[in-house]
Structures are given as C-alpha cells and as structure tokens.
C-alpha cells in the first residue's frame, strides 16, 4: 500500500459476486481521490468506525498498489443510482446493485458524489 496523507479515511462498498460489505481507504490527492486499498469489514465494525458517514464528491483515481476487492479482486467499481453504494464491476452491460436490488444500465462520469452511509 501507498504512503497516506493524514486526511485519509474510508468508505463502505459492496462486492457484486458476495454481497458482502467491504471498506475502500480513500486518499485525497492534488484534487482529486484516491482508493488507495480495500480491506474486509463487518457492518457492524464499519459503523462504530463511522465509515458509514464518509461523503466523496468529486474526480476518483486508482493508487497504482490499489489491490481491488477482497473477496473478488475486481479493481472496477459502479455507483449504483439507487442508492448510491459503491459496487464491483466485472463488464456487464446491465448490472444488479446487491445492495437495493436496483438494475440499470451503465453510464460513465467524470465525477462522483459517494457517501459511505447505507448498510
């Protein structure tokens, strides 16, 4: 993993093949944010942590050690329209959010609004 700044903090995600919860360490970097490394973490853990009131608007960027989803290795992420839970991607057309069981098809940005909130 990469050396973090101090402002560094993390983010709640969900694998797709799983469903299970997940942290991302998200660093902020020259205006934009970097996931820096995913890490396996119970809900319960996560929300005495706080990570579930994290907030990220703006550009997102891959540290180049990002190592990717725990449970899958997938290193792409959507953000579900829903409910904002940021989800692995493995190059479907249609994707499920294993969070709200929204589908929809997808649509690429060129900045982000993530909250870490919604278990």
Same mark, same amino acid.
């Given at each position: 993993?990469?050396?973090?700044?101090?402002?560094?903090?993390?983010?709640?995600?969900?694998?797709?093949?799983?469903?299970? @919860?997940?942290?991302? +360490?998200?660093? @902020?970097?020259?205006?934009?944010?970097?996931?820096?490394?995913?890490?396996?973490?119970?809900?319960?853990?996560?929300?005495?942590?706080?990570?579930?009131? +994290?907030?990220?608007?703006?550009?997102?960027?891959?540290?180049?050690?990002?190592?990717?989803?725990?449970?899958?290795?997938?290193?792409?992420?959507?953000?579900c329209?829903?409910?904002?839970?940021?989800?692995c991607?493995?190059?479907?057309?249609?994707? +499920?959010?294993?969070?709200?069981?929204s589908?929809? +098809?997808?649509?690429?940005?060129?900045?982000?609004?993530?909250s870490?909130?919604?278990?």
């Open positions: 993993m990469s050396k973090l700044s101090k402002n560094a903090f993390a983010i709640m995600a969900m694998c797709e093949n799983t469903k299970e @919860p997940f942290g991302i +360490t998200v660093d @902020p970097r020259e205006g934009s944010y970097a996931f820096a490394w995913a890490f396996k973490i119970k809900k319960e853990q996560a929300k005495r942590e706080g990570y579930d009131k +994290t907030h990220v608007r703006g550009a997102v960027m891959f540290d180049e050690n990002f190592n990717g989803c725990p449970y899958c290795g997938s290193k792409n992420f959507y953000i329209n829903r409910c904002g839970k940021v989800v991607y493995h190059g479907q057309e249609v994707v +499920t959010c294993p969070n709200c069981g589908s929809s +098809t997808l649509q690429a940005a060129d900045s982000v609004d993530l870490g909130g919604g278990f």
